[in-house]
């Protein structure tokens, strides 16, 4: 009986010990990281801050939430291992300015409507930096994506897979898959949702290992079968982004980015950091689908996400 009593009080013991160190991994609302500034460009400026040390920065015009350039630079930021930084037309703000001061190298993603000539021979000039500065773009978002595609496979020299998405109407699929693109350095392809450009098409001929981010009412049926690709995929942004996750990253993270689902400027400058830290990027909303969170250990937020959205995720990570 009394060996009996023992065991009993060792699992009860063991049980309740197990409670606590679970317990004791759940994320607080408190304990969340922030990473905001007073507007888009500071908050990128901030993410660039925490991304580690870089030489090559990566600029993209964020004006108006015109995202469209900025969707396949997340594969070559991580390549390059470079942060991906906002800039006006014809104005670098002060703080993307403090940000490019510490690169040698500088990307600029998209024609001269995105970000002109005269920004770029800013740039140039000795008297602002003399930084080696190289453009990628296009006539239109497909032709720049398959560019970055391009400038991706002439450094690595080969590509391990591709990942398409709708450029019109799959920008939360982009973004989604954007942490992915930057941690395996590998192109984001644009499409219109039923083909691909010739150029696009002669990129995604490189590797048989094509995925399709977006339902079918992104990307139709006909197209992915013709790629040969796996399409990931779910009822809305974001159960997609979670099927992302679970597509992935296999080996469940313990720390996760987290992007308004709306306002999805930040999970396009999170992408870089996201990646080199081998963690995903979770949109989220009031409400939204939070289960891919049970689990983690940290939460970092990027940009403003409303306190009542971090405070469900907080309690989604038990």
Request: aromatic content about 6%.
């Amino acid at each position: 009986m009394k060996l009996k009593k023992k065991f009993l009080s060792l699992a009860v013991s063991l049980m309740l010990f197990t409670g606590f160190a679970a317990s004791s991994n759940a994320v607080s609302f408190d304990s969340i990281q922030r990473l905001k500034g007073s507007d888009r460009y500071a908050t990128a400026s901030a993410i660039a801050g925490s991304i580690g040390s870089y030489d090559t920065v990566i600029l993209v015009n964020a004006d108006n939430n015109k995202l469209a350039d900025g969707l396949s630079a997340s594969g070559l930021a991580g390549v390059v291992k470079a942060p991906i930084l906002l800039v006006h037309k014809d104005i670098i703000p002060n703080e993307t300015q403090l940000r490019i001061d510490i690169a040698k190298k500088i990307y600029i993603i998209g024609s001269t409507n995105s970000i002109s000539d005269n920004l770029e021979n800013k740039l140039r000039d000795e008297n602002m930096g003399g930084f080696n500065v190289k453009r990628i773009g296009g006539k239109d978002r497909f032709e720049t994506s398959s560019n970055i595609a391009k400038e991706i496979l002439n450094i690595k020299g080969s590509i391990g897979k591709v990942f398409v998405a709708n450029g019109y109407k799959g920008e939360a699929d982009a973004m989604s898959i954007s942490a992915v693109a930057a941690r395996d350095g590998e192109p984001i392809i644009l499409t219109n949702g039923s083909t691909l450009t010739d150029a696009s098409a002669g990129v995604v001929e490189q590797t048989k290992n094509i995925y399709a981010v977006g339902g079918r009412g992104n990307i139709q049926s006909s197209l992915v079968s013709s790629l040969g690709a796996t399409r990931i995929s779910g009822s809305d942004r974001y159960s997609t982004n979670s099927a992302v996750i679970n597509e992935f990253y296999r080996e469940k993270p313990t720390r996760y980015y987290l992007s308004d689902g709306y306002k999805l400027v930040d999970a396009l400058t999170g992408g870089p950091l996201a990646g080199r830290n081998i963690s995903p990027i979770v949109l989220v909303g009031l409400n939204s689908n939070k289960s891919v969170l049970k689990g983690a250990n940290q939460l970092v937020a990027l940009g403003g996400i409303p306190d009542s959205v971090l405070k469900q995720c907080a309690q989604a990570t038990n």
